[in-house]
Nanobody, 124 residues
């Protein structure tokens, strides 16, 4: 069982930055690939970024590539999402997720545990 708790969301103006964190419980954090997803009002949840267990491989959605940076600290059981140059279309609830394998996936079905989410609102 892995418990995930996101933090760092909030209200920011267009062009601003936020850093999301996701703290995980459990002793086997470094055996999980980790991902960030988001869900905007009236839309389905979508992939944002993910990394393999030891960060050898990291992937991003095209919509955030070059603006968002994913990182993980296995010593702290925490992942981060640095979000720069934010746009109103980035407004969503952001979820972190953990999956039981080395390599990451962009599909929700590849994740076994989910956090409750943190709201990010970008004003124009």
């Amino acid at each position: 069982q892995v418990l995930l708790v996101e933090s760092g969301g909030g209200l920011v103006q267009t062009g601003g930055s936020l850093r999301l964190s996701c703290a995980a419980s459990g002793r086997t954090f470094n055996s999980y690939h980790m991902g960030w997803f988001r869900q905007a009002p009236g839309k389905e949840r979508e992939f944002v970024a993910a990394t393999s267990t030891n960060s050898d491989y990291t992937g991003y959605a095209d919509s955030v590539k070059g603006r968002f940076t994913f990182s993980r600290d296995n010593a702290k059981n925490t992942i981060y999402l640095q979000m720069d140059s934010l746009k109103p279309e980035d407004t969503a609830v952001y979820f972190c997720a953990a999956g039981r394998s080395y390599y990451y996936t962009t599909s929700e079905g590849g994740y076994d545990y989910w956090g409750r989410g943190t709201q990010v609102t970008v004003s124009s």
